[in-house]
């Protein structure tokens, strides 16, 4: 039977096969999100997972290396397709396809797999899910807050309540402060990025990064954006440090008011910022009002986003709950989602503008929030009832059996392997199996079938040492393994299943 | 505001997009298998969309092009990647790089998008989704009469009960026959395919593609196999035509049994042979001891299933009832579905062969069925109640009822576009809305909202004319449309909804 095998089987780098307990608990989570959608209004929409690779565009938060990001390849035709990076593109592609047939404002969700041509990392694959709900048509600041409020009510489906934050900002407040630092165009995007990370870093090393540059403990150089220190330090002021907190039931936070009064006194240099900043307030009014306070849903005016496509109001779900990273320091969980206003994402394939805005999920991210606090069963199911095979010329009555238990609605199989009686327990054993049925040929000689019940096998042979009592082992030996008539079969397993 | 658009909106070929019904419609299908399924004792498992094209290997049905059936492209380590372009291929690699850790027998199923680099046609799609369930480490043929009951109990789930037949075969069966009609190695395949057509095509039509060749209406011309007219004969009368039929239950049908018969009095021929037939005989016994009928679970010495790398047994699921085609004619709906024994495929990555066997549904196709008997809701859901905006200064006010209503669980949305209140109303008609939420000045003072009831209206307004009554018409107008204390919006339009 020996042969040479050929072929290795391996998995490409960054993509990652799911067993039970993942595919369950991802089942789970995207349908409670599903349904605070739903209650939203949205309703859900599905686009091929292959585009033109013009129809995507180059709006990845990776800039530098616009063709790097994607899978792509070339159609018979010679024309480029791609794998999508995203849920938000493909949407683009959609609504301006089937403009004049939707409703205006269209609102819809989807979920599923986007691609990344990228290096992948530890929790950083090339194929990861997303989850998307987008309104396209509303041009005005209530379609944002309603975004901010689906983000919190689905935390809150999801068991997260007091374990998150909507932070939110605008792009035009960002926009009017860095004219007034006066940092150029070609500065634009390292700026953002640099601000980005001061929930990471010290205002020391951001400076470095609005800078000269910065090298990180494994020597890899980062480029600095090459603003000159007084440009750096007056974003450093009054961007990344931001406003003094304010003390709500107890948890020393700032509340959308302090920081709404602190961005009118501090950033307040521009007419595009007062567009930004009336939208932010209208924003925090809207929300205030249906019951949504400082704790949930927050105006922060150190909230970017990495996606270049943004034009107003942009925001960010993050898990405040706390872990370890890698070097062991204690850390927030961070953003499991985010969104904003892309208002000419659309019009690349319009004569003019379509006002849109969007919120996205990290699926497996949120899931690992959602184990890690213990919200998800994660633990395996309960497996199949095992009809075992004694005697194989009798296959045909033991299928009769399975298919009894079935057709009663009990989860069952046969054994289908090769071999004998103790690989067979051994098998119910990795199988999670509740109960074994066994019939030799004495049993179906007498019309009977024994059941074994493997959860009170275990706990017998566990206790087994510490039962002195004969009378006693053997009373529950006798719960653990019985006979019973055959044509009891599935009154009696429906019985022991309980 | 005018801007030159730069990119069009356009879907490649062969893709389609997903609306709420299609997807809602999907949704239910899958979960219906997926319960059968996992009473079967199968448990899920997900790979990713992207494999080493070499761990997929080149088991296309179009096995004339192996290359151009999959999208590949090169990972940045100049090895060759593909999208899969089926759901076995990739269980094979999980299995073989996961087999020691697996129970075995080893039962799981999973469902996703496949892909094939095709030329696309009505009905024929680029990305289509599959639902497969395998059976890994089973060697007998109780694993193959499962996953015909299992095909079987999947169509009654679906409301399919009498309109479909599972047909079993054996490959071994097939190779005894083609070796005693002295096909060679190399005509195999397009004579396999020609039987393949036995269903579609009358015996001349066949004779043609076993022999010389044949063009069809269009012109196209599909090379022959090759055979001497002797040899077609002789698989046109013995394999083609096969055995009288009997009648069941008033219906005219080869059952099980006269097939089993005509096989050994016609096709017996040699020790492969042999071996084929007497697995059909075993699993026909299983399947009739468990209670499946020739008219649910039945041998046809027909069935050929194109893919190469089958080994024993193979199935396919029909629907029998009748659809026309483009011509008009009316002909059986066909295969959903199908299946079998593929012994060395995870042996390509190991050094001994491992017994596996499997079946797949076309979950569009059968989609596309359950739709044509009206066995799947294909109708719209009911849209979100409305909030309408009558002053746009009041949005926040408005925010709070709709608030209000989704916390009560309600699907409630507000109005999000700029316009007046007709384009409003026109808006909750296309969104397929129940009841449009009204709150005026007027009203507003009065503490009060107007609830319209959307269906009542159009009710009304149907009947308007036939309506000669005053008070009648009244009565029926104050029931379309009435104002109610804001403090009990959410009761009262819970009353509204029924």
Redesign the interface.
Known sequence: ????????????RG??????AA??ATRQMLETIRQVY????F??????????T??L?KFLPDQDRPNAGV???Q??DE?W?SLRYDLTAPL???V???FDRL???Y?SYRVG?V?R?EKPGPGRF??FMQFDAD?V????V??D??NC?MFA?AMEALGLGGNYVVKVNNRKVLDGILEYAKVEDHQKLAVLRAIDKSDKFPPSEIMLLLTTGRKDESGDFTKGAGLTEQSADLLIRNVCMGPMLDVVDGVAMPTSRRTLEYMQANLNTSNVFDEGFNELS?LS??VE???YGSDRIRIDQTVVRGLEYYTGPVYEVELTFEVEDEGGQKVRFGSVGGGGRYDGLI???????VPATGISIGVSRLQAALTHLGKLTSAAPR??V?VTVMD?AR???Y??M??EL?NA??????????SGFKAQMK?CD??NSPLAIIQGSDEAERGEVQIKDLVKGADLAARAKSITDREEYQRLSAEAQYAVKREELVAKVRAALG
């Open positions: 039977m020996s042969k040479p095998k050929t072929t290795e089987a391996r998995r490409p993509l990652e096969d799911r067993g039970p595919i369950e739903e209650r939203y209004g309703e859900p929409v599905e686009t091929p997972l292959i585009e033109y013009d129809a565009g899978f792509s390849f159609d018979d024309q397709l683009a592609r959609y301006a396809e089937n409703p205006k404002p609102r797999p691609f041509n090339r194929q309104t048509g509303a041009s005005g209530a379609a807050a309603e409020m009510d209208q009014k809207i009002a249906a019951g019009g690349r394939f319009r004569a003019e503008d497996g199949p095992v194989k296959i045909a009555d299928q009769v399975v298919s079935r609605g009990i989860r069952a199989e046969l054994y289908l392997g090769d098998y990795r199988r």
